[in-house]
């Protein structure tokens, strides 16, 4: 992470002079993402709870009129690499300049034509291929950044879906709206409950330092892609559970009627599964705002727990080094730990008294040292601020 979880403005500033020798006309930030709870639901019309991360990423931007697409990252070595709007296609690129490139196909392709150019640095302190939507906070500070100079009068919501869209079709990664949403919507000390059907959202408190609570993000450095075929099989057969059940979406399966639910779908042991999993997920996500609204943290640690059992188990996209974190955490004094993100590696949450940090940690450090796993990153996690300009 380095010694800041956010990337110097100033320096973000300058590199922009020093890549296209002019200023800029502005800086944006969009940060990474943790969901509490609620995995996988998003793309069933279902119920989650993210909260936005103080790591961002961090666009300089300034518009040109002559429609050409410069993009320039800290993180990725070479100079800046050149586009021209009516080249871009979806599909057509694989590498990370897909993700703004998508952000400003999208825009254009629903009639803001106004979009005639930019030059974009970019710089980022979110962990990539840690299940903490790094891509997600790309794709929005350039969505924000060009919404605001090109006074495209979109809202965060607006944007949210724009840059989902960029990521379906351009990029090519069947991803819900969960994480876009979180990174332009989400309130510093607040958990966002987000109805992903019709995008309603509540800021839900989450002030963990006033009861003396922490939570931890360990991220097991086991990277995953959400383009991978193995998200694309999970989300078809959800699809195809909604289909054998006659409903829209498995959101519409009330969690007093699973079991006969799952009953209909008779053989079909891997759909059963996976409904399985989604029906109960979006029940632990009602249960936690009820819990945390009620002033009740410590009780949705078990929440947590179960919902690990239900990812490895009914989803099954747990792994070794995710398993052994929560396993580890909880018989070290965690109130809750689960995995958290798409799956496959990535990142783990874990609920902890404040005076408990250092003992945690240590175990789970020792543990990975002990099963011979690369060694985990450790850091915690503390309710941030949407997608923002920051000059």
Request: glycine fraction near 10%; charged fraction near 25%; aromatic fraction near 6%.
């Amino acid at each position: 992470m380095g010694a800041s979880a956010v990337a110097d403005v100033a320096d973000v500033a300058e590199r922009f002079r020093e890549q296209y020798g002019a200023e800029p006309e502005g800086v944006w930030a969009a940060p990474g993402r943790v969901n509490l709870i609620g995995e996988h639901t998003d793309y069933n019309d279902g119920f989650v709870m993210p909260f936005a991360l103080p790591h961002t990423t961090i666009a300089a931007v300034s518009r040109r009129t002559d429609g050409v697409l410069r993009l320039h990252s800290a993180d990725v070595e070479g100079g800046a690499v050149e586009l021209t709007l009516d080249s871009l296609a979806p599909e057509s690129d694989r590498h990370w300049t897909a993700y703004p490139a998508g952000v400003v196909w999208a825009l254009r392709e629903v009639g803001h034509t106004a979009i005639t150019g930019a030059d974009v640095h970019l710089a980022s302190t979110v962990p990539t291929g840690a299940g903490l939507s790094s891509s997600a906070a790309l794709e929005v500070v350039v969505a924000l950044a060009l919404n605001d100079l090109y006074e495209l009068g979109l809202r965060g919501w607006q944007l949210a879906r724009l840059c989902q869209r960029a990521e379906n079709v351009y990029v090519g990664a069947p991803t819900g709206i969960m994480d876009q949403t979180a990174s332009a919507c989400c309130e510093a000390g607040h958990a966002l409950f987000l109805d992903t059907r019709d995008l309603s959202q509540r800021q839900i408190p989450f002030d963990l330092a006033a009861e003396g609570m922490r939570l931890l993000v360990v991220d097991t450095r086991v990277k995953h892609a959400h383009s991978d075929g193995e998200y694309g099989k999970r989300r078809a057969g959800c699809e195809k559970g909604a289909a054998l059940l006659g409903v829209d979406a498995l959101r519409d399966v009330p969690y007093d009627g699973l079991d006969a639910a799952l009953a209909r779908l008779g053989d079909e042991e891997e759909v059963r599964r996976l409904v399985r999993h989604i029906v109960t997920e979006n029940e632990r996500v009602e249960r936690v705002v009820s819990l945390l609204q009620a002033g009740d943290t410590r009780a949705i640690g078990p929440v947590l727990v179960e919902g690990h059992a239900s990812l490895r188990d009914d989803f099954r996209i747990s792994c070794p080094e995710l398993d052994l974190v929560v396993d580890t955490a909880l018989g070290a004094g965690a109130v809750g730990a689960r995995m958290t993100g798409g799956g496959f590696g990535g990142s783990a949450i874990v609920l902890i008294e404040a005076a408990d940090e250092e003992t945690v940690t240590k175990a789970v450090e020792e543990a990975f040292a002990t099963a011979g796993f690369t060694a985990p990153r450790v850091f915690a996690a503390v309710p941030a601020a949407g997608a923002r300009r920051l000059m």
